[in-house]
């Protein structure tokens, strides 16, 4: 089975006619942002659980992540995972849902999304070792090799330490 994209205004009038959304993102960016009635379930969960109840009833489902990229990459997953009923995939997510002037359920008091919050913290430190090592002291080179080592680490093992750290700050408690 194939998954087809669907525009988000196609895909609202799917929605209204009884269509079940599921965004397969994390649950920090559902918190931060969503579609109204989305159903989250991200990927990993859908891989070992299959779709949530409501989307075993449905006779159409929408999968959507924020850009489209990740629900893509994970079409062939997903199409196993219907069961032949009918399936689409959100063009562009969550940012074309906006773009297309649709509305969203934003909580901006919620953390930044953990990746941002790792590519943030490893873009600061990169730079400050970089400008501290030409103006202060080459050592300080060494706290660009220790992040770029870092995430390397997590992109290979898929253990990411920084994202651990920052989990364990006081803005990301719940």
């Known amino acids: 089975m194939n998954i087809k994209t669907i525009t988000p205004d196609h895909a609202k009038r799917k929605l209204e006619q009884g269509a079940v959304?599921?965004?397969?993102?994390?649950?920090d960016e559902y918190r931060r942002?969503?579609?109204?009635?989305?159903?989250?379930?991200?990927?990993?969960?859908?891989?070992?659980?299959?779709l949530p109840e409501a989307a075993q009833q449905a006779s159409c489902v929408i999968f959507h992540c924020k850009s489209g990229m990740r629900t893509r990459n994970a079409a062939e997953i997903l199409?196993?995972?219907?069961?032949?009923?009918?399936?689409?995939?959100?063009?562009k997510g969550l940012d074309g849902w906006k773009s297309a002037g649709l509305p969203t359920q934003a909580d901006r008091s919620q953390p930044l999304e953990m990746m941002r919050q790792?590519?943030?913290?490893?873009?600061?430190?990169?730079?400050?070792g970089a400008v501290l090592g030409w103006l202060v002291s080459p050592a300080f080179y060494l706290l660009c090799?220790?992040?770029?080592?870092?995430?390397?680490?997590?992109?290979i093992t898929g253990f990411c330490g920084m994202a651990r750290l920052l989990a364990?700050?006081?803005?990301n408690r719940q």
């Open 21 to 27: 959304l599921v965004d397969i993102r994390q649950p």
């Open 33 to 50: 942002e969503h579609i109204e009635h989305s159903l989250l379930q991200p990927l990993d969960q859908i891989k070992q659980q299959g």
């Open 79 to 91: 199409a196993q995972c219907c069961g032949g009923k009918e399936a689409f995939v959100l063009e």
């Open 118 to 128: 790792v590519q943030i913290a490893a873009g600061t430190l990169i730079l400050t």
């Open 145 to 155: 090799a220790f992040v770029g080592l870092g995430l390397l680490t997590a992109g």
């Open 168 to 171: 364990v700050m006081p803005w």
